[in-house]
């Protein structure tokens, strides 16, 4: 096999190899940043599971903005983030001196600053203008503004209002901004019932789910065979498939395959190869299953496992009646599963689970890899 390293990347907000399957957001948003302002995709809210994607789709937001020519700011919902943001703003401005803007990259992520504070009343008329004042130069420059704001399931909501509110202004103005956020589907529907609304609610939603088995078999026969990779005949579809196009577990599994073949010199038999994909299994239980389910409640937990009995969707009936709950609690803790991203509507009256290996998990008593 060729020397190459070991190129997936089983770790959150990494990345991929090959993004999969998601070209078409991406070209509507980039297609927004050629107009820059007033249209779709400037806008944008990315939901979806643990593991599905997010953050990877804000970095790559962040890299065509900035191939553009915008200025980005990138921040994550802990608190402060708006004080943050606004400091990032004030920092691009003064990078961009007094002379004309030059048309160069810029970058900043404030993450780690540690300012705690919210913003004060005169602090964030100060941000308005500032950034008013900021958009106005970048616009002129023929660019503009992208602020990614990523976990905002987490999010204050009164800051989150505060930026939105900000964010409103300018986008009322016609200045070339852009807000893309990214969160647990949790985000969506309790912040879009809160004030943040009229102008959250305009935004695109964009729901990530799992991608097309067959893109991850057509995937990995590209990856492995450009390293000189060889499996067992039939091979690549069964671990594909083992992947439910799950994102995480694609990369988990990519990456287990390409240490064994490492180990094999370039050749994997059929033992070392389900060795790997075993691996990348167990793996994905430790990292993802455990966690996500980590803060679910013994109600919660009660429904999840009355679904493991099913080998696929489960009836929502069905399980009202194996955890002895009326319909109306039982629909009550799917709803609380659904924003929690565990579980996802499957059909009429059906459901499933969101991540894969949560079933099995379930079945096997819960215990942790
Ligand atoms: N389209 C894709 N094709 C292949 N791999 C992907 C794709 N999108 C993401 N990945 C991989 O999936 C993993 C999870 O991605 P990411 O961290 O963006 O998920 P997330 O939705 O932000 O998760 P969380 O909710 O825990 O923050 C990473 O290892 C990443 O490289
Ligand atoms: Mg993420």
Redesign the pocket.
């Given at each position: 096999m060729s020397g190459l390293q070991n190129p997936f990347?089983?770790?959150?907000?990494?990345?991929?190899p090959?993004?999969?399957?998601?070209n078409d957001t991406l070209e509507e948003f980039e297609y927004g940043l050629r107009i820059r302002s007033g249209v779709l995709g400037l806008l944008s809210i990315i939901t979806?599971?643990?593991?599905?994607?997010?953050?990877?789709?804000?970095?790559e937001a962040q890299g065509l903005a900035q191939e553009q020519g915008w200025a980005v700011i990138s921040e994550t919902s802990t608190a402060g983030f708006l004080a943050r943001i606004a400091d990032s703003a004030l920092l691009i401005d003064e990078e961009l001196g007094d002379g004309p803007p030059p048309r160069k990259i810029l970058a900043f992520s404030a993450a780690g600053f540690g300012v705690t504070t919210q913003l004060p009343r005169e602090r964030q008329v100060e941000f308005r203008n500032l950034g008013a004042k900021l958009l106005h130069r970048l616009d002129e420059n023929g660019t503009g503004l992208l602020i990614t704001l990523?976990?905002i399931q987490d999010a204050d909501r009164s800051e989150l209002l505060q930026l939105a509110a900000v964010i409103q202004h300018w986008v009322r103005d016609g200045l070339p901004i852009s807000f893309v956020c990214?969160g647990?589907p949790a985000a969506i529907s309790d912040i879009l019932n809160e004030g943040v609304a009229t102008f959250l609610r305009r935004a695109d939603k964009i729901d990530?789910h799992s991608?097309e088995v067959r893109d991850v078999r057509d995937?990995y026969a590209r990856q492995f065979s450009a390293a000189g990779i060889r499996f067992p005949d039939g091979f690549l579809e069964e671990a594909a498939e083992a992947s439910f196009g799950y994102?995480?577990l694609?990369?988990l599994i990519g990456y287990f395959l390409w240490k064994e073949a490492e180990r094999g010199g370039g050749a994997v038999d059929r033992e070392s190869a389900d060795k790997a994909v075993a691996a990348a299994l167990k793996r994905n239980i430790r990292m993802?299953v455990g966690p996500a389910i980590s803060k679910a409640s013994d109600r919660d937990m009660d429904y999840l496992r009355a679904m493991s009995r099913d080998n696929g969707p489960s009836s929502t009936a069905a399980v009202a009646q194996r955890m002895k709950a009326s319909l109306q609690l039982a629909a009550n803790y799917r709803a609380r599963l659904i924003e929690a991203?565990l579980i996802e509507p499957a059909g009429r009256g059906e459901v499933r689970y969101s991540i894969p290996g949560l079933r099995e998990h379930l079945r096997n008593g819960e215990r942790l890899g």
């Open positions: 990347r089983p770790t959150f907000g990494r990345t991929p090959e993004l999969i399957d998601r979806g599971a643990r593991g599905v994607g997010k953050t990877v789709m804000l970095n990523d976990e990214a647990l990530l991608v995937s994102p995480f694609i990369q993802v991203g």
